[in-house]
């Protein structure tokens, strides 16, 4: 069996995450190593029902606290159901957005307490953190342009104010200055190729220490 491991893909708008999941995801399978990818929110059929509320239900209002409850339900259906048994069976799981996403949209953008939202998002994973998580970052105004002109939906919190998107970003580098053992932080402007390749990197020498210490997995 191979070592399970939890890598979290962060970042604002029109970084790239998708992209470099998929690449990521197809160089860890062509190794015969077990992965799977998933999104957030979704990734269930009931987060994907909770997915369609959030982001693309025109005309219904969220209070903070609701909008972050519902966040929290979807992620706490996707961790039951799916990501503690990949992670069970030693399958490498990568999540498109997790806690973090939480921290810097609600929390950064919103304003709401980070300790509170620390406390609900424990509740929801059962306390269930990524072993790596890497932020795909990007200046707002380019990663706003980058969304609007390609092929992906443009949801309820795209529209939101430059400021917000602003504050997004200005929260997910502060996460990362915090737990600097968790996070990499990528220049997302880069080349997709590099990237990853980098990623790659990472997560091939995170597996490797982990098969070095298996009292770890
Ligand atoms: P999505 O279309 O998946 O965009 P992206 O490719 O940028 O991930 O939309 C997810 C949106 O939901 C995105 O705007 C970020 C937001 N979001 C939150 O506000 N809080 C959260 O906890 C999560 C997981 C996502």
């Known amino acids: 069996m191979s070592p399970a491991l939890f890598v979290t893909f962060e970042g604002p708008e029109g970084a790239g995450k998708s992209t470099q999941i998929r690449l990521l995801l197809e160089r860890l399978q062509e190794r015969g190593l ?7 929110p979704g990734g269930t ?9 959030l982001l693309s239900t025109p005309g219904l209002a969220f209070d903070p606290r609701a909008e972050v409850l519902l966040f929290c ?11 503690r048994p990949a992670l069970a069976a030693g399958r490498i799981v990568l999540a498109d957005r997790y806690v973090d996403s939480t921290q810097a949209y609600q929390g950064a953008g919103r304003g709401l307490d980070r300790q509170a939202l620390a406390n609900v998002l424990s509740f929801a994973t059962g306390g269930l953190m990524p072993d790596l998580t890497f932020l795909l970052d990007l200046p707002t105004e380019v990663g706003l342009a980058r969304k ?8 309820r919190l795209d529209q939101e104010s430059v400021a917000y998107h602003r504050a997004v970003r200005r929260g997910f580098l ?6 600097p053992g968790r996070w990499q ?15 790659l990197d990472a997560v091939l020498q995170r597996l490797a220490a982990r098969s070095e210490r298996p009292g770890d997995a």
């Open 34 to 40: 077990e992965a799977l990818a998933v999104r957030e």
């Open 45 to 53: 059929p009931l987060g994907e029902r909770v997915r369609e509320l």
């Open 73 to 83: 339900a979807a992620r706490a259906q996707l961790v039951a159901t799916v990501i």
């Open 148 to 155: 609007r002109s390609g092929s992906a939906e443009w949801n």
């Open 174 to 179: 502060e996460l990362a200055a915090r737990e």
């Open 185 to 199: 932080v990528l220049d997302a402007q880069r080349p997709a190729d590099d990237l990853a390749r980098e990623i």
